[in-house]
Every structure is written in C-alpha cells, then in structure tokens.
C-alpha cells in the first residue's frame, strides 16, 4: 500500500526527491530509491524532523514500534496511519499524546488508481490537514470522511476488505465458466469486464441496485435461475455476515493491540 501511495504521488507531480521512506530492511531501501527514486532511511531520524507529513504505512502488529521511533523526533507535522483496527486515540497514546492525526483505510485498487479510502480526523486536525490527507489519498482513488470514528471499522470491513470478496465471487465466475467448457482466457475476461461493467453501471445509474437486478431479471428466464439458487442458499444474508465478522474482527484488533503500552 505504500508503495501505491507513493507511485501515486509521483503521478501528481510530486517530486521523488522529496519523499523519504523509513525501511529496515537494506534491501527494500536499495529497491524503493532504484524503482522509485526516493530517499529511504533505516530510521526516522534522518527522515521525520524534516518533514511534512509523517505516513505510518505498516501492519497493525508493527504500528506501536514505528510510532515509538517516530514520536521523538516529531514535531507538529500531520500523522496519517492506515493500520486497520489501531484507534487514533491508541495511537495517540503511543506518540506520547499526540493529537494532529488522521486514520485512513484505502484498498488495494489503490495499486491501480482506482482505490477507495475512508478517512477520520481527531478534533485537533486543521482544516488544512484534512485537506492535505484528502489530496494524499485521492492520488490513488477516491475518499470519503466518517465523523465517527467506528464507522472505520465498518468501512475497513466493507471496502478494505472488499476486494477480496469481489475476487472470491470472480474465482467462482470463472471456474462456473471453465465447468461450462469455455477457454480459461475466455472466463477470465468475461467474468472480469461483467464485473467492471456492472460497477460502472451502477455507479452512473440513479437506481438502487435492486432495481438494476431486476431490470436484468426476466421471468423464467437464465438469471432468475441462477438468482433463485442464490436466495436458496441465502447467499445475501451470508455475505452480510461475513462483512460483520470483518467488522468485528477490526475492532477486536484494535482492543487486542491497544493494551500494549
């Protein structure tokens, strides 16, 4: 996801020469300043004091060590942390409180440009700030603000993780068609663009997509088939709940790793 980031924020014309990265691993940092061209340090010292912006871009498990090592030698720069799960207010605590923060959830079409990111600020962001993490992150995708801080965790499970689940129904799309006898390249590329289409058409519709279902649903026909098999199964009410274990599982994250002091 940083690398994503990064790649995007080259393409908004920000100046490689102007990103710093903080690796511990050497060779990350030999690769990220060959592909990339930006600086990459082993530790925050040489990078944060002179910043901006401070990114903490690490897995939830590694966020109370990098904000450790970043919290002496920060200053009044905006943090920005897209740790699935790890509240502001923890992460507060583990910069010695800290409170120029926002918390961020992109995805993984950010790879792409075409990610989606939900963003909360604590009570202490400027106006500016908000606005400098909304730049950011539309440099891969779209944004959208909760006012509420749990609202993340709902966000993390329906959009983080969202991608997983459109894979998960593609794999099915497309074993369903290699069963049918079609090509594998064929398979693939229907099912892909049926999805593509489907969200591009929804997105430009003022319709509900209940409506737009129904629209392609004849009756007695190829999709009501189909669709009648999903509802036998409850396909729906399972995905629902699938998506409210993600959630849940955010927020057990965030309780589990915010006891670490």
């Not at 102007?18 to 082993?42: F, K, N, P, T, Y």
């Not at 074993?175 to 594998?184: F, M």
Request: aromatic share 4%.
């Amino acid at each position: 996801m940083a690398t994503a980031m990064i790649g995007g924020m080259l393409q908004q014309n920000h100046r490689a020469a102007d990103i710093c990265v903080i690796e511990v691993s050497a060779e990350a940092r030999e690769r990220l300043g060959r592909e990339l061209g930006v600086q990459a340090h082993a530790t925050p010292a040489l990078a944060v004091p002179g910043a901006d912006l401070v990114i903490i871009a690490v897995k939830p498990q590694q966020v109370r060590d990098a904000a450790k090592s970043v919290a002496p030698v920060l200053k009044d720069q905006l943090v920005i942390t897209i740790a699935a799960g790890i509240t502001a207010g923890t992460l507060s605590r583990w910069l010695g409180n800290y409170r120029n923060i926002v918390r961020a959830m992109p995805n993984t079409p950010a790879l792409v440009r075409a990610g989606i990111t939900a963003l909360f600020a604590m009570a202490a962001v400027s106006t500016a700030g908000r606005k400098t993490a909304s730049e950011l992150l539309e440099a891969v995708g779209e944004t959208v603000w909760v006012d509420n801080e749990e609202h993340l965790d709902a966000a993390t499970a329906l959009s983080g993780s969202g991608p997983a689940y459109v894979f998960y129904f593609l794999e099915a799309m497309q074993e369903a068609g290699r069963k049918l006898g079609l090509p594998e390249a064929t398979a693939r590329k229907l099912s892909e663009q049926t999805f593509l289409g489907a969200a591009k058409l929804a997105m430009q519709s003022d319709e509900t997509p209940r409506a737009l279902r129904a629209r392609v649903t004849s009756k007695g026909g190829t999709t009501e088939a189909a669709l009648q098999v999903m509802e036998s199964s409850a396909i729906s009410t399972h995905l629902v709940t699938a998506i409210e274990a993600a959630a849940a599982r955010s927020r057990e994250l965030g309780h589990e790793l915010g006891r670490v002091e």
